[in-house]
């Protein structure tokens, strides 16, 4: 079964900087467009960045400049750095996965980041 797996959240000072990881296992992986949204308890949902089954990445205006994202195929592997953070970065962050037939269809548990 597909299974999205994130990590590499944490707590960071401001101005920090974080690399989380999605282990992406159960379909083909490098297929899929793929995805990464955060949420804040009680606000909507945020689309971050995605990037195509070829890497090419479409990356939020809200942290363009700060934050990349990047793929390895080989490895089920989704990475999204986040730089010069600032409290409002402070959320959980979910990878998933697109298909398209449902659109992001496939996604993980989240990881909480905090910036102090």
């Known amino acids: 079964h597909v299974q999205l797996v994130e990590s590499g959240g944490g707590s960071v000072q401001a101005g920090g900087s974080l690399k989380l990881s999605c282990a992406a296992s159960g379909y083909r992986y490098a297929s899929y467009c793929m995805g990464w949204f955060r949420q804040v308890p009680g606000k909507e949902c945020e689309g971050v960045a995605s990037i195509s089954r070829d890497g090419i990445l479409f990356i939020a205006d809200s942290v363009k400049g700060r934050f990349t994202s990047s793929r390895d195929n080989g490895k089920g592997a989704l990475y999204l750095q986040l730089n010069s953070l600032t409290s409002d970065d402070a959320a959980i962050y979910y990878c998933?996965?697109?298909?398209?037939?449902?659109?992001?269809?496939?996604w993980g548990q989240g990881t909480q980041v905090t910036v102090s």
């Open positions: 998933a996965t697109y298909t398209s037939e449902s659109g992001f269809t496939y």
